[in-house]
């Protein structure tokens, strides 16, 4: 059989093969089965790695030490991630909440202590007021707008707890020019989310109404709905009453400002605007300036975060995983403990600092931020993400907090509610948990990931401290600066108390503990007809020591020599306990 030569055979390789076998006789039409190609010694380029991620096996082989624990951090994260339908129920929900809120009417003007309109609305106030009564004018208007915020927007929420955060944005024309002044300003928010939440009751698709506090801040009460969605499924979202950036100069919150008079705080008058000397010798207000500064500066925040964290699927992840973590160890909620929200503007500032980047895995950034977290001294050597701040007002946070964590604008305090110890707790969990990871054997992703420790089991003392309104009364007596402390945070003698006793225990235990830590006080959602959560009509109060094993059972605590400054101090602490001796050399 002839086979015809044609053009298109020069670039057929097929017809090439074809031809040569009828050159052995055998006929081009009959199928015959390929030889096998010898394999060649040449590389296939389809498997080569890039060399990102020869680096990012190498790392994590460096660190893992297992491919195993891998994988159990991906299906960690697919397993909190929000993602699908609940996202797009979450999404529909915060649709629904914003409609309704921008449609709500103006409402009529009241005095500011007038509490007769809300009575009649059916709610209470959601602010323990300390004192009652206080001058000015409130009048409700629509938000100017209303925007989600947070872990929501950052895309770093973490199941099971699904909360999406909304801010109201209260005009600037509800405030006067004297409303930073004696809580007029946070008064005048809480009578805004009070009387959202009456406008809200009834509606179809609202489930549940509640008042809770922010980070366990009396000052800073939230409105938490629950939303009904399209399919019958409730959504919670928790809606903050935030001041418009230019409502205030933030320079009136300087930390060293006082915006509390006391004559007004102690009801000896109504004299409220001491200017010149007389306003500069009173007693600053930093936790009250600093909760007013947190609304004048989240929006600014809130875009930082976006740039620096919001960019980088590794960052979100490690975000994701470093609240895991916390979560576990309990130590994310109420009053002095380390808020949620500050894991991201630890990621950020060491994405600033270029300790992380963009290219790194979400285990890669959970290990380096605990990392510098298991060495971090906020005190000494405050962080910032302001590129320059001015090194009096550095010394101004350091005198007036025992933790700094200074914002973008240089202003704000992100870290003004956080306490030495906690930050010292967490401290500790950190070094644990970096120790665990370095173990080649054993269950450490149960151990860092799903173990909960709660605050009991994380000390090996606790410590009970009964109080009611009359020792709390006796102790503002007896205790220098313990009422002025009080009144920073509207009013609450408990909290004020709180630190004074973590650290009277730390100063006394000495050498004896390692670590005196509070519980985390109670915060709890209340009811919209209910009155707001009291702190001073808690029962008591509970401390946490961990023990210095080597000298925690000592017959008698060896003071300073006699002759140095700090003998005094040891001796009115101790009173008649304390005596001289005389030890060998």
């Known amino acids: 059989m002839k086979r015809i030569h044609t053009e298109d055979d020069e670039d057929d390789p097929s017809r090439d093969s074809a031809a040569s076998l009828d050159t052995s006789g055998v006929s081009s039409t009959q199928a015959l089965p390929a030889k096998k190609k010898p394999r060649s010694k040449q590389k296939d380029s389809s498997h080569e790695f890039s060399s990102r991620e020869i680096a990012r096996l190498r790392h994590m082989g460096a660190v893992d030490h297992s491919s195993l624990f891998r994988l159990q951090v991906t299906e960690l994260l697919k397993e909190v991630s929000v993602k699908g339908k609940l996202r797009q129920r ?197 936790v009250y300036n600093m909760s007013v500064l947190h609304d004048l500066c989240a929006a600014r925040h809130l ?135 370095g173990k080649s054997e054993g269950q450490k992703f149960q151990v860092v990931f799903l173990t909960h420790k709660s605050f009991p089991r994380s000390f090996d003392y606790l410590c009970h401290v009964t109080i009611d309104a009359r020792s709390l009364r006796r102790s503002g007596e007896r205790v220098d600066n313990l009422a002025t402390a009080a009144m920073d945070v509207g009013g609450q003698m408990s909290l004020a108390l709180t630190s004074h006793l973590e650290q009277l225990l730390t100063s006394a235990l000495d050498d004896r503990v390692t670590l005196v830590c509070a519980a985390p006080r109670p915060n709890p959602q209340w009811s919209v007809n209910d009155a707001p959560l009291d702190y001073d009509e808690q029962s008591y109060l509970t401390f946490g020591l961990c023990l210095n094993t080597s000298a925690a059972f000592s017959v008698l605590n060896k003071g300073p020599p006699a002759d140095h400054p700090e003998a005094l101090a040891f001796r009115e602490m101790w009173g008649d306990k304390s005596e001289m001796r005389r030890f060998k050399d």
């Open 90 to 286: 979450l999404s529909a929900a915060v649709d629904a909440l914003t409609k309704l809120l921008l449609a709500l009417p103006a409402g009529t003007e009241h005095e500011l202590s007038d509490r007769s309109w809300l009575q009649t609305l059916g709610v209470r106030l959601p602010l323990v007021e300390t004192p009652a009564g206080g001058k000015g004018r409130f009048r409700f208007e629509p938000p100017s707008k209303v925007t989600a915020e947070g872990s929501f927007v950052l895309d770093t929420i973490v199941k099971p707890r699904t909360e999406v955060d909304l801010a109201l944005h209260i005009p600037k024309s509800v405030f006067q020019p004297k409303d930073h002044l004696n809580q007029r300003c946070v008064r005048k928010q809480a009578l805004y989310l009070a009387h959202v939440a009456a406008a809200l009751r009834g509606h179809k698709d609202v489930q549940g109404l509640g008042f809770q506090y922010h980070r366990g801040n009396p000052l800073k009460p939230t409105l938490v709905v629950s939303v009904k969605g399209k399919d019958c499924k409730t959504v919670s979202v928790r809606v903050h009453a935030r001041l418009d950036p230019d409502t205030f100069k933030l320079s009136r919150f300087d930390v060293n400002k006082n915006n509390i008079r006391p004559r007004w705080y102690l009801g000896q008058g109504q004299r409220e605007e001491e200017d010149g000397a007389e306003a500069t010798s009173l007693p600053p207000t930093p």
């Open 303 to 437: 875009e930082c975060m976006r740039q620096s964290v919001g960019v980088s699927e590794g960052l979100r992840q490690g975000v994701m995983l470093l609240t895991v973590w916390l979560r576990q160890r309990q130590a994310h909620e109420g009053w002095g403990s380390f808020p949620e929200d500050l894991l991201c503007s630890v990621v950020a500032l060491l994405v600033g600092r270029g300790q992380l980047n963009t290219s790194m895995t979400g285990y890669q950034v959970f290990r380096a931020v605990l990392q510098y977290l298991s060495q971090a001294d906020w005190q000494t050597d405050p962080p910032s993400l302001c590129a320059e701040v001015e090194p009096s007002r550095l010394v101004a946070f350091t005198s007036r907090f025992p933790v700094v964590f200074v914002d973008g604008s240089g202003w704000l305090n992100l870290a003004y509610t956080l306490t030495a110890a906690a930050l010292l707790k967490v401290r500790q969990e950190a070094k644990l948990t970096i120790s665990a990871l």
